[in-house]
T-cell receptor, first 114, second 110 residues
Framework: DTEVTQTPKHLVMGMTNKKSLKCEQH?????MYWYKQKAKKPPELMFV???????INESVPSRFSPECPNSSLLNLHLHALQPEDSALYLC?????????????FGSGTQLSVL | KQEVTQIPAALSVPEGENLVLNCSFT??????LQWFRQDPGKGLTSLLL?????REQTSGRLNASLDKSSGRSTLYIAASQPGDSATYLC?????????FGDGTTLTVKP
């Protein structure tokens, strides 16, 4: 199984809503990532978890709250988002360490904030 | 800070042509370089990964090369097909992070 599964595929939320994005992988990868991608732009790194611990936070606003309950799951909790947060949110995973670290991406969640 | 540039930004070719996409980076201290394709509104699909000690990798009609000393990689696509139409991104990796280029949007016309 070389898949990273993201749910939901599409999400529309108001600025006062609370929602969560989910990501799952069963490749035994111990690093998991959240990226944000705006249209016609490259993915921007938001968070990195390594061995279930947050290792990188790219100065992301606190209205985005990541969580890694176990080595296979990664969540992104959303609260009080702004319309400019509308984007494609991508989850990725990889092995940890060495030059063979290869990123595997999920199909993304297209988020619209009204 | 690592900067990654991809040239050209867009490319349109007739079906059957061979083509080259370019990726350059400013810091040669990388672990690896990975090429992806992305269809509109979809996730990234990994095409090839070249480790820092390697010079090239091949998969089917795709060949990627890496020259760390000059900070360059190329993705060669042979006998292009309409199904190859997508955005191609390169990403250089170091210290647990990947830095992406802006991508090249390829259109292959039947």
């Amino acid at each position: 199984d070389t898949e990273v599964t993201q749910t939901p595929k599409h999400l529309v939320m108001g600025m006062t809503n609370k929602k969560s994005l989910k990501c799952e992988q069963h490749m035994g990868h111990r690093a998991m990532y959240w990226y944000k991608q705006k249209a016609k732009k490259p993915p921007e790194l938001m968070f990195v978890y390594s061995y279930e611990k947050l290792s990188i936070n790219e100065s992301v606003p606190s209205r985005f709250s990541p969580e890694c309950p176990n080595s296979s799951l990664l969540n992104l909790h959303l609260h009080a988002l702004q319309p400019e947060d509308s984007a494609l949110y991508l989850c990725a995973s990889s092995q940890v360490g060495g030059t063979g670290e290869k990123l595997f991406f999920g199909s993304g969640t297209q988020l619209s904030v009204l | 800070k690592q900067e990654v540039t991809q040239i050209p930004a867009a490319l349109s070719v007739p079906e059957g042509e061979n083509l080259v996409l370019n990726c350059s980076f400013t810091d040669s201290a990388i672990y690896n370089l990975q090429w992806f394709r992305q269809d509109p509104g979809k996730g990234l699909t990994s095409l090839l990964l070249i480790q820092s000690s390697q010079r090239e990798q091949t998969s089917g009609r795709l060949n990627a090369s890496l020259d760390k000393s000059s900070g360059r990689s190329t993705l060669y696509i042979a006998a292009s097909q309409p199904g190859d139409s997508a955005t191609y991104l390169c990403a250089v990796r170091r210290a647990g992070k990947s830095t992406f280029g802006d991508g090249t949007t390829l259109t292959v016309k039947p």
